[in-house]
């Protein structure tokens, strides 16, 4: 796989895009009689997004030479869909047209080259049996009681109750940490996941979420009391990536050890998290990425910083990061980490 390869890929993809989609989904009609009576308008729109998305991904990860992360990602969101009713057989004829029409247009080379990625689903992910397990059923970390009693509440939209629970056990059995640690994170990925298992709404996946934040910056007064160093920290999601609580717990947990601290939130524009380095002298960036179509642009932010000669450390994490142990290193980070634990004993080595 080489540049030029890459270039046409994209070329491709990204030229009549719309046209692409749409043959894709017409085709896959044509192979399955009776589905295009079944779908309203609503549902045709959702099936050219989804569409797009299996190509944003296979561009992403072709891109990055990871044809694993794209066997990840078509497990992922074959349990999604799944679990709306799309049948195991639509999904698999959906991606099995999406590399015939690939196939039948781009040139030989290009075509050798995505084989594998086509190959590598056909083995696992579009082949095998998948389970989305909850941390509730596996009982990992979700062993804590107060954990238990606040996904409860929240699940419950007891947005009272919720809070009471985080700030009644502040400084009586719980940190701050253990309470991001052990209560807020992992219920966090639970919610995630009933969400994934269409046992939640989005609009109570949402409500969750917010409720989970509201609570974060009723902690901040007692983040914010430890005396500072000097050290100075900006944390944000990528563009397009709306995904915050995460790197928001990384922030505090700086803000904790004493760091200046700059939060910037999610889908941040690369431009605009240049501006705020630069003009904050800052020591570390440290940024996530939830879905594998946000590394390319973490990646472009790492070389932007090093074309403007900006005195500045990378720390990435997320999702793509933990499935792949060399990814960070491969797009030109300066290190990676799993945790907000972690990230502290590696922020603090990477600018001392």
């Known amino acids: 796989m080489g540049t030029e390869a890459i270039n046409m890929l994209k070329q491709y993809l990204v030229t009549g895009v719309e046209n692409l989609v749409t043959k894709i989904l017409d085709k896959t009609f044509n192979r399955l009689p009776g589905l295009k009576e079944k779908y309203e308008k609503y549902e045709k729109e959702k099936a050219l997004e989804d569409i797009n998305f299996h190509l944003d991904h296979l561009f992403t990860c072709y891109s990055l030479g990871k044809p694993k992360l794209f066997n990840e990602y078509v497990s992922w969101t074959r349990s999604l869909l799944e679990t709306r009713g799309i049948t195991y057989k639509e999904i698999k004829i959906t ?13 030989e080379r290009v075509c050798l080259d995505i084989r594998e990625y086509f190959e590598i689903i056909e083995d696992n992910a579009l082949n095998k049996k998948i389970k ?19 996904l409860d509440a929240l699940l419950n939209k007891s947005r009272k109750e919720a809070t009471e629970l985080i700030l009644n056990a ?11 640690l052990r209560v807020i994170q992992p219920v966090q990925y639970e919610i995630g996941r009933l969400w994934q298992l269409n046992e939640l709404s989005v609009a109570k996946e949402h409500y969750c979420t917010a409720t989970t934040q509201m609570i974060i910056s009723n902690l901040y007064p007692f983040i914010f009391s430890t005396a500072k ?8 999601s990528i563009s397009k990536d709306l995904h915050e609580v995460g790197i928001r717990i990384v922030a505090d947990f700086f803000e904790m050890e004493g760091w200046n601290t700059y939060f910037l939130g999610a889908n941040t524009p690369i431009k605009s998290i240049i501006n705020e380095i630069k003009e904050k002298n800052v020591d570390l960036l440290a940024v996530s990425a939830t879905l594998i179509i946000y590394v390319e642009a973490i990646q472009d932010l790492i070389q932007t910083i090093k074309d403007e000669n ?6 990435v994490g997320g999702y793509p990061f933990n ?30």
């Open 323 to 352: 499935l792949d142990p060399n990814l960070w290193q491969e797009i030109g980070a300066d290190a990676f980490a799993p945790d907000p634990e972690s990230a502290i004993s590696i922020g603090n080595n990477l600018v001392n």
């Open 229 to 236: 160093i000097d050290k100075t920290l900006i944390a944000t």
């Open 95 to 107: 991606f099995e047209t999406i590399k015939d029409i690939l196939f039948s247009k781009l040139p």
């Open 170 to 180: 502040l400084n009586i059995e719980y940190t701050i940490k253990d309470l991001y």
């Open 310 to 315: 900006i005195d500045v450390k990378v720390l």
């Open 132 to 150: 989305v397990e909850t941390l509730l059923d596996s009982q990992t970390k979700l062993e804590d009681p107060l954990a238990v009693e606040y």
